[in-house]
């Protein structure tokens, strides 16, 4: 069977990422339509989702990823706001996981939040501590997806 499929693949008659293995993936994100969109491109995959800075510690000290997504802005008040609040908002986990190099060494970090200011403290933290992180707008995801993980 394998040199069946090897032979329709050097063909171009099937797909090279059309059986790829489930992977795991962090979420932190408060907006119900993206996790929404999250959960349908990732769908068959294991998606955690976290909303709080809290419960997003509590996930990535205890299982593994192999990504992570961020967004900055996690709660009304940040959306728009001039003011930074470091310790509710997405800055919180990038300092965390910068502080803690130990922790999800392996993942790939996505910071994907409309709020640039932010989103680039966050890319800036994290990079600093030598971890590799990317700043992709929301709106950019799906393409820049396909060089990851293609469906």
Not at 30 to 39: I, K, N, S, T, V
Not at 61 to 90: A, K, V
Not at 133 to 150: G, Q, S, T, V
Request: one cysteine or more; glycine letters at 4%.
């Amino acid at each position: 069977m394998e040199f069946f499929e090897r032979l329709l693949h050097k063909l171009g008659l099937t797909r090279s990422h059309a059986r790829r293995h489930p992977i795991r993936i962090f979420l932190l994100e408060d907006d119900e339509r993206r996790c929404e969109w999250f959960a349908k491109r990732f769908k068959g995959d294991e998606l955690d989702v976290a909303c709080d800075v809290s419960h997003a510690k509590e996930l990535l000290q205890t299982r593994t990823y192999d990504s992570i997504f961020l967004d900055h802005d996690l709660m009304p008040e940040h959306y728009g706001s001039t003011e930074t609040d470091d310790e509710r908002t997405g800055y919180a986990i990038a300092s965390f996981l910068a502080s803690r190099p130990e922790l999800q060494r392996p993942a790939t970090i996505m910071v994907h939040s409309f709020n640039a200011d932010g989103a680039m403290r966050m890319v800036e933290e994290l990079r600093a501590a030598g971890r590799h992180a990317e700043y992709i707008p929301f709106h950019f995801l799906e393409e820049r997806l396909k060089n990851y993980w293609p469906r």
